[in-house]
């Protein structure tokens, strides 16, 4: 099993919509070699006063998903366009585990690059050590509340 962070950009796709209507389960296009039971978090860019972090956690449970198989949330892109431009991918199904709640920041990108994150967030990239000790640790803060 592998840990992976994902960007989201709301300028593209609104996944705080999409989950609040849709439900607990997203389809994610497939960029990466993820494996059923790998842990997503997704990151949050920057929009408007809210900053870059992570929300949400998934646990992919469905890999090679074609656009035929795909969930339909065309609704939660920016354009239609920007949906069907997915259909010659594959995706991912995520189940999703844990959700922050808006407005909480304890995963904001100071944090993350405090304990260890490297990347500046462009695609899906993998995480270990001490920065998945130090996420998992707020998930596991934020749900024995």
Known sequence: MRYWIIPSNDKFYRVDDAIANIGRFIDWTQRRQYDIGDIVFIYKTKTGKEPSHI????????????????????????????????????????????????????????????NGLKSRMQGAVTVDGHLLDFIQDAFMAYCDK
């Open 55 to 114: 929300r949400y956690m998934f646990e992919v449970v469905a890999t090679g998903l074609k656009f035929d198989d795909v969930i339909i949330d065309v609704d939660y892109w920016s354009t239609p366009k920007e949906f069907y431009d997915n259909r010659k991918l594959d995706h991912v199904r995520l189940q999703l585990l844990a959700d922050l709640g808006k407005g909480n920041y304890s995963l904001e990108r100071k944090n993350l690059v405090d």
